[in-house]
């Protein structure tokens, strides 16, 4: 079951978005999210958030060529390593670290799909667990920019709201 609660709040998240240095971005969000998972999830503006059971999607509201989708889930073990793309470790604004890999797929019109994977860390009711995130995108033009899906991976938590979320 998805609990909203309503908020109206600029979240000012910190973070190394692809880039060598610290970079701040700020993210209007619309709701937080409180998963059966226990995840919390900012909602962006623009986005909608379905529950899958195991999963909580998020969509833009206004489906678009270039559209990004987020999927997270709360996983018991980290995501199996693959030969499709090389792990990368990154360090948060909390400290914690996380792994990614972003895969590319060929596709029809709409150009080559990508897929970034993130996955770090956590408790959950005092056992390992992964926050894990999939963001998916279709470019006919150069690289997608995940920077959004990162900004929203570093603000969920689980078991709590994140401190990184200001009203």
Not at 52 to 76: I, P
Not at 118 to 145: F, K, N
Request: charged residues 25%.
């Amino acid at each position: 079951m998805i609990r909203s609660a309503l908020v109206a709040a600029v979240v000012g998240l910190s973070l190394l978005g692809g880039c060598k240095e610290t970079e701040v971005r700020y993210v209007m969000i619309s709701e937080i999210v409180e998963h059966s998972s226990q995840l919390h999830v900012p909602v962006p503006v623009g986005y909608a958030a379905r529950d899958l059971g195991d999963r909580l999607y998020l969509t833009e509201t206004a489906l678009k060529r270039g559209s990004v989708s987020l999927e997270f889930a709360v996983l018991d073990a980290a995501p199996a390593e693959t030969d499709a793309a090389e792990i990368e470790t990154r360090t948060l604004t909390s400290g914690d670290t996380a792994q990614s890999r972003v895969t590319k797929r060929d596709g029809g019109n709409g150009g080559p799909e990508y897929t970034l994977e993130v996955w770090r860390s956590a408790t959950r009711d005092g056992a390992p667990a992964w926050i894990y995130l999939a963001a998916h995108t279709q470019r006919q033009r150069g690289e997608p920019d995940f920077t959004l899906s990162w900004a929203v991976f570093e603000a969920t938590d689980l078991g709590r709201t994140s401190a990184l979320i200001t009203e």
